[in-house]
């Protein structure tokens, strides 16, 4: 992972209105499948609030009132300091995930995740590391110890950020799927799916904050060469 800076952890991009209308709908229809909060984590969602809410009132685009925010796409969202989460849910274009050290592991505490990439909130909430990323392969225990030091030295005010990529055939930003169930094999190739994902940690409750930024983009939109390399990097 590499540096950010200290507010960049959070960015508007050009896809910026048509996910924030998807977060919109995804969070007043499927609410239960996209938000999640155990009580332990309720002291860490309420410090990311007010630290997101900090962050956007120096944002240009956003408006940021008492008791609502104008969004850079010109929606209204009322501020509601009792469901903290599902509040940046409509603010933000990063899915949130609170991950809060109990014992040798960082667990995840609460969430909101409108847009997972083949795997599904209910079944990972109140899970640590090893059992979150269960079943992938390669996530073993020595992978596992790593990712839990990483976790342990972030710091706050220094947030750490990288990218990942995976190829689909469906555009869909939402796209849960459950244990154990296959991801489907990209037959045609028709889109690069990529995430930009950040740590951060809180000042307060010392939760890290773990934020996932969606890309979509169509594979027509790169050469051959980029294609052929990424079928030779296995995606």
């Given at each position: 992972?590499?540096?950010?800076?200290?507010e960049d952890w959070l960015r508007e991009d050009e896809a910026f209105a048509g996910q924030m209308a998807e977060r919109d709908r995804l969070i007043a229809e499927r609410l239960p499948f996209v938000h999640a909060v155990l009580p332990e984590g309720r002291a860490a969602a309420d410090e990311l609030y007010a630290a997101v809410l900090e962050v956007l009132?120096?944002?240009?685009?956003?408006?940021?009132?008492?008791?609502?925010?104008?969004?850079?796409?010109?929606?209204?969202?009322?501020?509601?300091?009792?469901?903290?989460?599902?509040?940046?849910?409509?603010?933000?274009?990063?899915?949130?995930?609170?991950?809060?050290?109990?014992?040798?592991?960082?667990?995840?505490?609460?969430?909101?995740?409108?847009?997972?990439?083949?795997?599904?909130?209910?079944?990972?909430?109140?899970?640590?590391?090893?059992?979150?990323?269960?079943?992938?392969?390669?996530?073993?225990?020595?992978?596992?110890?790593?990712?839990?030091?990483?976790?342990?030295?972030?710091?706050?005010?220094?947030?750490?950020?990288?990218?990942?990529?995976?190829?689909?055939?469906?555009?869909?930003?939402?796209?849960?799927?459950?244990?154990?169930?296959?991801?489907?094999?990209?037959?045609?190739?028709?889109?690069?799916?990529?995430?930009?994902?950040?740590?951060?940690?809180?000042?307060?409750?010392?939760?890290?904050?773990?934020?996932?930024?969606?890309?979509?983009?169509?594979?027509?939109?790169?050469?051959?060469?980029?294609?052929?390399?990424?079928?030779?990097?296995?995606?």
């Amino acid at each position: 992972m590499l540096p950010c800076g200290a507010e960049d952890w959070l960015r508007e991009d050009e896809a910026f209105a048509g996910q924030m209308a998807e977060r919109d709908r995804l969070i007043a229809e499927r609410l239960p499948f996209v938000h999640a909060v155990l009580p332990e984590g309720r002291a860490a969602a309420d410090e990311l609030y007010a630290a997101v809410l900090e962050v956007l009132a120096r944002r240009a685009g956003y408006a940021v009132g008492a008791h609502e925010v104008r969004r850079p796409d010109g929606v209204v969202v009322p501020l509601d300091a009792d469901a903290p989460l599902v509040t940046l849910g409509r603010l933000v274009q990063e899915d949130l995930c609170l991950m809060e050290k109990q014992g040798a592991e960082s667990v995840m505490t609460g969430a909101v995740l409108c847009f997972p990439a083949s795997w599904t909130l209910a079944q990972k909430i109140g899970k640590p590391m090893t059992g979150i990323h269960k079943p992938v392969h390669h996530y073993d225990e020595d992978i596992a110890r790593r990712v839990q030091r990483l976790f342990d030295m972030v710091r706050v005010g220094q947030p750490l950020e990288r990218y990942n990529a995976l190829v689909y055939d469906d555009p869909a930003l939402h796209n849960p799927r459950l244990e154990f169930d296959r991801r489907p094999y990209a037959v045609a190739r028709l889109y690069m799916r990529s995430e930009r994902q950040c740590i951060l940690r809180l000042p307060q409750t010392g939760a890290v904050v773990f934020s996932i930024h969606t890309h979509i983009v169509p594979m027509d939109r790169f050469t051959d060469a980029e294609r052929a390399a990424m079928v030779a990097a296995g995606l």
